[in-house]
Every structure is written in C-alpha cells, then in structure tokens.
C-alpha cells in the first residue's frame, strides 16, 4: 500500500534526478550508498505501516491495565491515523523545504521518543498525546524516506526498484502487525508494542549519520490551510467518536461538528485564493480522480475498520489471547503482497477499472458473510471470511494510485496521490471510531457487529458501482487534466 506524495512547485536550477537544487546547499545523497539509502527509508515505511496495525490487538491489555472506555480506546488508534492524514498533504512540502534527510531525521526521532512516551504512559490522556505525536512524524517521514529513494537512484529502472523494495516493506508490517502486537502483549507487556520501534528508530537514526545531507528546495508552507485540515478532521473525528458515548445531540458534538464545517470552508477558500495552493481544487473536477478517493475512503475504511472489529470480537467476546487473535489475521494479510502484483497486471491489460471492480465486490463478498459470524460460530468461519477482505483489498489499491496517475497532468500528480492517501486515512479513522461507537455498549456487541458490517457492503457496492461505470475503459496512455 504505497503512499506518494506532493512534490512541490520549484523555479529552482534542476539536478540530473530532476529535484530542484539549492546552489549553497550540500551534496545530493546520492553520492552515498544507496543500501545505505534504501535501508533507511524500509526502515521508515517499515515502523509506520506497522504502527498502524500492531496496536489494535493490544487494545484490550491497554484498556485492562489503564482502564478507560470505548472511545478512549478508540482515540489510540484513531490518534495515530488522524495526525498522519492531517499532515500528510503538506508534509512533502515541509520536507523538501528542510531537504529530505534532514526531515527525515527530525521525523524518526520525534517518532522514537513518542514510541518510548507511549511505552512508559502512566496513563490514557499521555498514551493518547503520544500517539498522535508519532502520527505527525510518521507523515513527515513518508515523504522524506521517498525522496531520499529519488534523489539517490537517477537510473529509473534502478529508482522503480527501489521503490517496490520500499512498497513491499509496507506490505509485510501490515501483514505481521497483528501477529506481532499479539506476541508482544502475551509475552511481554502491551508497552512492548511501542518499545519495539525503540532500537529500530535507533538503527534509522544511525544510519542517517552516513547520508549526505539533501538539497532543499523552494517550497512555500501553506499554514492556513494546514490548520484547516487539522481542525476540520479532528473536529469530526471527535464529533463520530463521542457522538456514540455522548449522544449525537450533545453541545460538544455539535460543536465540534461545526468546526469541522468550518475548517473545510477555510480549506477551500484559501485553496481557491493561492497561487500555489496546498491542493489545486480543479483536481476535483476529474472525474476518476473522484472516485479513486470514494474507492479509496471505502476500501480503508473497511479494511482497518474489520481489523478492529475482529481484533475486539476475538478478544472481549470469544475469549482468545492477543497471540490468537494476532495469528488469526495471518492468512488475510499474508496473501496482500501476492494479490498487489495481481492487480498491477490485470490493470495493465484491461484497465485498472477492472482490478478496483473485481476487488472492492470481492470485499463485499466477506463483509456480507461476516453477517454470519456470531458469539458461538467456530473460530475458522470468520479467519476464512477475513481473506476476501485481504484479497479484494490487495487487489484494488494498486489500480487506485495507477488509475489516478495516468488520468491526471504530470505536475499535478503528486498532489493527487497525496490527496488519494489522506482519503485513505481519513477512511481508516473515520471506521475505528463510527465502527467503535457501534458497539461500545457491550450488551449490544453483536447488534454493532452486523450493523458495521451491513455499513460496509452499503459503501463498497456503492464505490463498486461508480467504479464500473464512470472510469474510463482500456489502459490509459497519458495524462487528461
């Protein structure tokens, strides 16, 4: 599950990778090793794409140990996810502004020190707060860990490479994510979840001493608008996760609802009025830019919202251990990477409209048979059911990136793949805590259960539907604006 970002606007001299160099700055890092180089930037996607999954079967040790309800639990998935979409759009910026290595640094190590206030939180409020510090850091690394990849491999077919390596990285924390936060919190603590990325952060940082420092670039930061972003997703984050507790009638709901209303006027208005605007709104006047970010919200959404349904399912309500519960979403995540190459394929010959539809109906398939699933149905009916929400999900978000890249204008392609992946967050968030307030009232756990699930078929046939119809037919040569 790839995640690009933005590349900014530059007037700036080129260097021969085709970055923007700064005349006084030092030299590119690809005078370094490019093990060195490739071996840092896995390390990063490595630790992000893993945090966002190891917590979730360690949820009910963290709730058993600090107390705390529901929604609190929510909030430390949510905390996470919510700061990596909210920072991810401007994140590149940032990074290019500083150079690549230098935000990536800076990232590692405030992501190294959350990890360790999570691991020593004496409790949920500072476990929450740190949280949503690694959140914010792992969206500067992304696009930091990237940009050290392009500026150190020039040869393109060595660069794509590289950036599979990097891609597949991803693919494999997801896949073990739930194993090791199973393993981690029965052998050890719920706190050796988050020490994990302790040494690993180290070795980052260490090898960071042996990359030449990047050039940095003329990037203007578009703070309003970042401040937008941040109100308005965590004003409706708030809003969906204390709606459920507080009553979707409460002041503090509706208050925060109205922030975020407004945080998303402020966004358009200042995006409209710049003159390099964070995000150009024309993008969305393209059509499969939209429904690649319907697809993409819906598929993450579904994807991250089963993982923490099952993850509490196994545990509050059939009584496994978090290595159970971790091992049972191996054969899901394990077929990830297999399908990923699947999908690349088929949409090379037919189209990616084809991979998107086949896989988001795949979805539908399991989320509709985990209707099935109840407080006695054997353990390997819904282990079984959770493979063709791995599989269909596999096979669609390659197409998503592909599909959004081939139908855009090359100077603003960056921008849509930044814009696709904060969609995907915002999925991912907007799940845990809709899916969360679902069946927060354990005497109705299974009534939550189904209803999350009836949500998901509604909004995968739905994206299924839009995706076979409006997306263009055939394999796209070239951009469209």
């Known amino acids: 599950m790839a995640i690009l970002t933005r590349p900014a606007r530059t007037d700036r001299p080129r260097t021969p990778d085709g970055t923007a160099a700064d005349p006084s700055a030092p030299a590119s890092p690809s005078t370094s090793s490019t093990t060195t180089v490739l071996a840092a930037a896995l390390l990063a996607f490595f630790v992000i ?78 476990l929450i707060g740190a ?65 994990l990325n302790l040494p690993v952060g180290a070795l980052g940082l260490a090898l960071l001493t042996r990359i030449a420092p990047s050039p940095r670039r003329a990037a203007p930061v578009d703070l309003v608008g970042q401040l937008s972003v941040v109100a308005s997703l965590a004003g409706l984050t708030y809003a969906v996760i204390e709606g459920g507790r507080a009553g979707w009638g409460s002041v503090d709901v509706l208050g925060t609802l109205a ?28 059509r499969t830019v939209l429904v690649c970010l319907a697809a993409g919200f819906t598929i ?14 196994f545990q509050q309500v059939r009584g496994a251990s978090p290595v159970s519960t971790g091992a049972m979403f191996i054969p899901m995540c394990a077929l990830i990477s297999v399908v990923n190459m699947a999908g690349v394929k088929l949409a090379a010959r037919k189209g990616a409209w084809v991979p998107m539809t086949i896989g988001q109906l795949v979805m539908t398939a399991g989320s509709l048979l985990m209707l099935t699933v109840t407080s006695s149905t054997s353990y390997w009916i819904p282990v079984l059911l959770l493979v063709p929400i791995g599989l269909g999900g596999g096979l669609a978000v390659p197409s998503l990136t592909a599909a959004i890249l081939e139908n855009i204008d090359g100077d603003r392609a960056g921008t849509a793949a930044a814009v696709l992946n904060t969609f995907r967050q915002v999925g991912s968030c907007i799940a845990v805590a809709a899916f969360g307030a679902l069946i927060a009232d354990t005497g109705h756990f299974q009534r939550g259960f189904d ?16 995706t076979a119809v409006l997306l263009p037919r055939g394999a796209k040569k070239g951009g469209a604006s």
């Open 131 to 195: 949280r949503m510090v690694q959140g914010g850091a792992a969206a500067l690394m992304v696009p930091a860990s990237l940009a050290l990849i392009r500026q150190t491999y020039t040869d393109p077919g060595k660069r794509a490479r590289a950036i599979a390596i990097w891609t597949a990285a991803g693919s494999v924390a997801v896949a073990v994510g739930p194993v090791i936060g199973g393993m981690l919190t029965s052998g050890l603590s719920w706190r050796a979840v988050f020490y």
């Open 451 to 466: 209803t999350s699930f009836v949500a998901c078929v509604v909004m995968l046939l739905a994206t299924a539907a839009g």
């Open 49 to 126: 794409s893993l945090d966002g999954s190891v917590v979730n079967v360690a949820l009910p040790a963290i709730s058993h140990s600090l107390g705390g309800t529901m929604a609190d639990l929510q909030w430390i998935v949510d905390g996470y996810t919510l700061m990596f979409a909210a920072f991810m759009l401007s994140a590149g910026t940032f990074s290019d502004r500083i150079g690549a290595s230098r935000a990536y640094a800076w990232g590692l190590a405030s992501f190294t020190v959350a990890s360790l206030a999570c691991g020593v939180a004496p409790n949920l409020g500072t």
């Open 259 to 286: 922030l975020a209303a407004v945080g998303i006027a402020v966004f358009v208005a200042t995006q409209s009025r710049r003159e390099q605007p964070m995000v150009p709104l024309s993008i969305f006047k393209n």
């Open 300 to 313: 993450n959404a579904v994807f991250y919202g089963t993982i923490f349904l099952l993850g509490m399912y």
